[in-house]
């Protein structure tokens, strides 16, 4: 089913402009009061359309619930997007720009001609040709991850609002917080949700649906070194910055980074250093498809750091793993229905699907080991966390429609 009255491409406009980057230093849930800003708009639009529960509860999260149609017991699905965008590149006046039938050349970004975005560098571009493409201004991401998900969810929910001869058994929506550093699944209330299988929206390219995702671990390594007044330090100090730079140098850099690494290679990767000489602390990601992978990437980094204190006798480490999420896919494997009716709602968009892997996560992933099977389906999303960002308007009207297809799906399948 294709439908005709869309309302993604104003919504996600009218979204992207409202700041919601989460903050990795804020202790709170969520990370930035602003996120709720987008959310209480969400709120107000699903209660116009007739959502009838739609709220968001003390720590940012939205949920709301479409009721059954059918007289068929159905399985209660979820549809999920999550509200912030990344720190990694600024969130702040975001200006949508829309390249009206892309001509398949190299697109430069209104407010800053030195932002170019590169069909050699993005080749799905190519795909695009005649179609309307959203990018920013050049001056900040555009917030495509994950806001051309939640744009989906709402346009979906609204055309199954208006068209009741569409029938379906209950569907819950939840938008969440604070994705992008790792804490989304953190706080959402999935026994309010009461859903029995979901699906984020937060994928790239059109028609892929992703059933396997990284596993994923945080490592701290605490350097404990010897601090002294640098006049007197001879054969005394022991500088902590300097031994963390060192573990940092020693990491290889033709293997095991993000940089010279795809497909389903691990990698180690310091995300932050900070601190003084007595003590310096680096942060990491550790990437795997498997949890073995990760203990192998974890030993090394362990055995690397063992290696450089070794030749600072006063000084010590500790060295801290935390779990992050893990590969959804050995519980995916399990429900295998929850895969098959997405690859089937896509076809039913005019799509071929295509079963893929992640170089990431999703809240899908943990939402899977919390007790609510969760794959990825795009969103149409590209060269998110950049400036430049950008999404085909055609492509979020095929993840419209593959949502509504996904509803029908499970009620025609009960």
């Known amino acids: 089913m294709k439908i005709d009255d869309y309302t993604v491409a104003e919504r996600f406009i009218k979204y992207a402009k409202i700041d919601t980057q989460s903050d990795p230093n804020s202790p709170t849930c969520p990370s930035t009061e602003k996120q709720k800003d987008l959310a209480k708009v969400l709120v107000n639009e699903l209660l116009q359309i007739g959502v009838k529960d739609a709220h968001m509860d003390e720590n940012g999260y939205v949920y709301g619930t479409i009721e059954s149609n059918t007289s068929k017991k159905v399985p209660v699905i979820c549809f999920c997007s999550h509200m912030d965008t990344s720190p990694d590149c600024s969130g702040k006046n975001v200006n949508p720009q829309i390249h009206k039938n892309y001509d398949g050349k190299d697109i430069v970004l209104l407010n800053d001609k030195s932002q170019i975005i590169k069909v050699s560098e993005h080749p799905s571009l190519l795909k695009q040709i005649g179609n309307d493409i959203i990018t920013t201004d050049g001056t900040t991401l555009l917030g495509a991850d994950n806001k051309a998900g939640v744009a989906e969810i709402m346009d979906a929910a609204n055309h199954i609002m208006k068209h009741p001869e569409i029938k379906h058994g209950t569907i819950k929506i939840l938008f969440t917080p604070d994705e992008e550093i790792g804490r989304g699944a953190d706080k959402a209330d999935l026994k309010k949700v009461g859903a029995d299988y979901g699906y984020t929206i937060d994928g790239e390219e059109l028609g892929h649906i992703e059933n396997e995702t990284f596993s994923a671990d945080g490592v701290t390594i605490k350097i404990h070194g010897v601090s002294t007044h640098p006049g007197f330090a001879k054969n005394k100090m022991e500088s902590a910055i300097k031994i963390a730079s060192e573990i940092v140098a020693a990491l290889p850099k033709d293997k095991m980074s993000p940089e010279s ?154």
């Not at 997405?342 to 005019?350: H, L, T, V």
């Not at 990431?360 to 609510?372: A, E, I, K, Q, V």
Request: proline share 5%; net charge negative.
């Open 261 to 414: 690494t795809e497909k389903k290679e691990p990698f180690v990767h310091p995300v932050s250093i900070s601190g003084g000489i007595e003590e310096t602390v680096l942060q990491f990601i550790i990437r795997a498809f498997d949890e073995e992978g990760l203990e192998k990437q974890e030993d090394f980094l362990k055995q690397l750091t063992e290696k450089v204190i070794k030749n600072y006798p006063n000084s010590s480490f500790d060295f801290i793993v935390k779990e992050q999420y893990r590969n959804m896919k050995q519980v995916l494997d399990k429900n295998p229905s929850i895969v098959d009716n997405a690859m089937e709602a896509i076809k039913r968009s005019g799509v071929t699907p295509v079963l893929s892997s992640i170089r990431g996560g999703t809240d899908g992933s943990r939402f899977s080991y919390m007790g609510l099977p969760c794959p990825n389906i795009f969103a149409g999303e590209h060269a998110f966390h950049s400036k430049h960002e950008w999404v085909s308007i055609q492509d979020m009207h095929r993840a419209v429609d593959t949502i509504v297809n996904l509803c029908m799906i499970w009620e025609e399948r009960a």
